[in-house]
């Protein structure tokens, strides 16, 4: 006889069972639920605060470095990069002179101040201004000019004119170079004129001698002599006297000179450089006195002529007749005490 044993039953069945005896699940009330989703959402808020607290934090340091970088970078520019070279200082100035480094506005200069490297001069149609060079060298501008100080030793000449007075020995080992859109300039010991024209330079020159080069070419300008040179380097020349009255412009943007404790000799020296003539004296014992001779005073304001008649007659010495090209002075006895009588 064959036993039959029970099958296990499935377990699907077993835990259908086991529902039907503990029954349906109890739901959570209304307020229990919302209480949990509170909870719940206050916890997610929280998180994301954190999260974004985290990302300003991480934002506001990488900003700050950034900030710090660029003020590092500014201060090291402002502060620690050189200064512009100074190369002169303003001497005089008839009107107004303005300047400028290209980055900034235009300011009027005023006599002391300095003329550094990158910095743009400009005189209106009816000013003119001077300024002096360490070494005694004079660069003079007339009206109408616009130049930019390239270096210590180079301008560049962009419109009218201006004059070098660079007495024998001053800046021979670092002659100044004029740049103009027709050629260069380059002094040996002269006074000369630059001035520009739509097409070329115009190169007077009053003593000395100059190097007038461009692309292509190279020549040399001597006292006398007026050089053309266009800017296909064609050159012309012709003749201008050194007492010529062109010269006159030059000689009141010039300094005034201070004859305060100088010697009479000297302001002769001065006055005759710069009209364009020399100093003769009648007999060695004039100019013996000339040297003697200490000048008090001023002669601010007055021109050449008036200002040399002014301070000779303060002294034993007198002007003779010459022709244009010399001044004359001889000895005459007067006044022992008339040598050092205030010129004004």
């Not at 470095?65 to 303003?90: D, H, I, K, N, W």
């Not at 003079?140 to 390239?150: A, E, M």
């Not at 002769?268 to 005073?297: C, D, F, M, N």
Request: cysteine-free.
């Amino acid at each position: 006889m064959t036993t039959v044993r029970d099958e296990p039953e499935s377990n699907d069945a077993s835990i259908e069972a086991l529902l039907r005896e503990v029954g349906a699940r109890d739901e959570p009330s209304a307020a229990a639920a919302s209480e949990v989703m509170s909870a719940v959402h206050a916890e997610w808020l929280t998180i994301v605060q954190q999260r974004r607290r985290q990302q300003r934090v991480v934002a506001w340091r990488l900003a700050a470095g950034v900030m710090l970088a660029v003020l590092v970078t500014t201060f090291a520019y402002r502060f620690m990069a050189p200064a512009p070279e100074q190369v002169a200082s303003v001497a005089s100035v008839d009107g107004s002179l303005l300047a400028s480094t290209g980055e900034t506005a235009a300011e009027a200069r005023e006599v002391g101040q300095l003329i550094r490297v990158g910095d743009i001069m400009e005189t209106g149609p009816q000013s003119r201004a001077a300024v002096a060079f360490p070494d005694g060298l004079s660069l003079r501008l007339d009206h109408d000019t616009r130049l930019t100080v390239d270096a210590t030793d180079r301008i560049t000449l962009t419109s009218g004119a201006v004059y070098i007075d660079a007495p024998p020995g001053v800046g021979s080992g670092n002659a100044l170079t004029v740049d103009t859109a027709a050629g260069s300039v380059q002094h040996v010991g002269t006074q000369y004129e630059v001035r520009t024209q739509a097409d070329a330079m115009v190169v007077s020159v009053r003593e000395g001698r100059v190097r007038i080069t461009n692309a292509s070419t190279s020549n040399t300008g001597e006292a006398g002599q007026v050089l053309r040179l266009t800017a296909s380097g064609d050159l012309t020349r012709s003749s201008l006297a050194a007492s010529d009255p062109h010269w006159q412009w030059t000689l009141e943007a010039a300094p005034v000179f201070d004859i305060d404790n100088e010697s009479l000799a000297t302001f002769l020296q001065w006055i005759a450089r710069e009209t364009g003539r020399h100093v003769v004296y009648s007999t060695p014992q004039a100019e013996a006195a000339a040297e003697a001779v200490k000048l008090r005073g001023s002669i601010a304001g007055l021109d050449a002529d008036v200002a040399l008649t002014t301070v000779l007659a303060t002294t034993q010495l007198r002007r003779y007749r010459t022709d244009a090209t010399s001044i004359g002075i001889e000895l005459t006895p007067i006044d022992s005490n008339a040598a050092t009588r205030p010129t004004r």
